[in-house]
């Protein structure tokens, strides 16, 4: 199955400053989709990434805050911008391989 | 909307019990998931389930699909202490996005 890096794995930021999460995906692929996890919480869909066309966000998301790009069918970034500490979370890529859904390993984020 | 609600949210078994986790959605999908995330890590994909009737096993998991009632399950049997995880039921939205439920934080006891 497809296998997603991302980086950072994790990082501590202060509020008010920006963090881009990259993905990079070992096969080319059409969509590709950003979650959030909230501590203790379930994933929401923040957006979803096609190549070659803006981003497609979703209620309550808005890309000033989440801007997001997808220069190629591998690879993909998420910018976190002007932090505050409710954006605290673990960030996931997810991409379609088949039938199946495939996570990344997830950015965790902590911002101060 | 599609929603997605599962229960039970915790579920504290004993070595050797059987139970069930439910989930519910409310609109027609093509498919649902199955996955497990243990603390600190990320989501590992059980089943994927794409039909009405579908039934798949895995070891001491089992998981069932009835698109008419929008129900699937997630059958544990003789739980064992390695299978305390998080899991997460999701449902297809469209084009392959996902809608998770609330996800059912299982401890075994021994």
């Known amino acids: 199955s497809a296998v997603i890096s991302q980086k950072p794995s994790r990082d501590i930021c202060q509020r008010g400053t920006s963090l881009t999460i990259q993905c990079q995906v070992d096969?080319?692929?059409?969509?590709m989709f950003w979650y959030r996890q909230q501590p203790g919480q379930s994933l929401t869909l923040i957006a979803t990434?096609?190549?070659?066309?803006?981003?497609?966000?979703e209620s309550g998301f808005v890309i000033d805050k989440f801007p997001i790009s997808r220069p190629n069918l591998t690879f993909s970034t998420l910018t976190v911008s002007n932090m505050s500490p409710e954006d605290s979370s673990i960030y996931l890529c997810?991409?379609?391989?088949?039938?199946?859904?495939?996570f990344g390993p997830g950015t965790r984020l902590t911002v101060l | 909307e599609l929603k997605v609600e599962q229960n039970p949210l915790f579920l504290s078994m004993q070595e050797g019990k059987n139970y069930t986790i439910y989930c519910n959605y409310s609109?027609?999908?093509?498919?649902l998931y199955w996955y497990r995330q243990d603390p600190g890590k990320s989501l590992e994909s059980l089943f994927v389930?794409?039909?009405?009737?579908a039934v798949k096993q895995e070891g001491r998991l089992m998981a069932s699909l009835d698109t008419k009632a929008r129900l699937s399950t997630l059958h544990i049997t003789a739980a064992v202490h390695d299978l305390s995880a998080t899991y997460f039921c999701?449902?297809?939205?469209?084009?392959?996005?996902?809608?998770f439920g609330a996800g059912t934080r299982l401890t075994v006891k021994p």
């Open positions: 997810s991409v379609p391989d088949g039938v199946e859904g495939v």
């Open positions: 096969s080319q692929v059409t969509m």
């Open positions: 990434a096609n190549q070659g066309s803006e981003a497609t966000y």
């Open positions: 609109t027609t999908s093509d498919r």
């Open positions: 389930l794409l039909s009405n009737g």
């Open positions: 999701a449902v297809d939205a469209n084009n392959n996005d996902m809608r």
